[in-house]
């Protein structure tokens, strides 16, 4: 296990006994290092979905667990977001959420000259994930294959 995957986990752990407290959905928790800067976020959602107030209600009690545990090495910068629209897939509970919805996903290389491909989720499991695209025909994808998946939106 890598340390950044390492850094996730513990985090994780640390905050689903808060966003459980709260009834909301921790939905991914990431360490990146953005401009030379590394950010530690942590991803929550509701059901009518998450406010500010909501994000400072989970960032306080975290980060006091956060500053007693030390276990991050490098400074960072602690975040609490909602996921957003454009949010992945990445748990079992995402696909379950996303059967029967749109999706678009990416690929790292070119399938029939394409990259980008659109369609309603029919089935996935540990490695594959399949779609039917407008013309009524099922694509199946290696997840390793996929760059991004998530839920298709319409401006």
């Given at each position: 296990m890598s340390k950044r995957e390492l850094y996730e986990a513990k985090t994780?752990?640390?905050i689903l006994p808060i966003t459980d407290k709260y009834q909301f959905e921790l939905v991914d928790v990431e360490y990146v290092k953005e401009g030379g800067t590394w950010y530690l976020r942590?991803?929550?959602d509701k059901e009518g979905g998450?406010?500010?107030d909501d994000c400072?209600?989970?960032s306080r009690e975290a980060n006091e667990l956060l500053d007693?545990?030390?276990?991050i090495?490098?400074?960072?910068?602690?975040?609490?977001?909602?996921p957003g629209l454009g949010r992945p897939l990445k748990k079992?509970?995402?696909?379950?959420?996303?059967m029967g919805k749109e999706l678009e996903i990416r690929t790292y290389r070119a399938f029939n000259k394409q990259k980008e491909f659109y369609g309603i989720l029919k089935a996935y499991d540990d490695k594959t994930v399949t779609i039917e695209n407008q013309d009524g025909e099922e694509q199946l994808f290696q997840k390793s294959d996929i760059a991004l998946i998530r839920l298709a939106f319409d401006f």
């Open positions: 994780e752990e640390l942590a991803y929550i998450i406010t500010v400072e209600l989970v007693e545990q030390e276990y090495e490098d400074s960072y910068i602690f975040e609490v977001s909602s079992e509970k995402d696909y379950i959420r996303s």
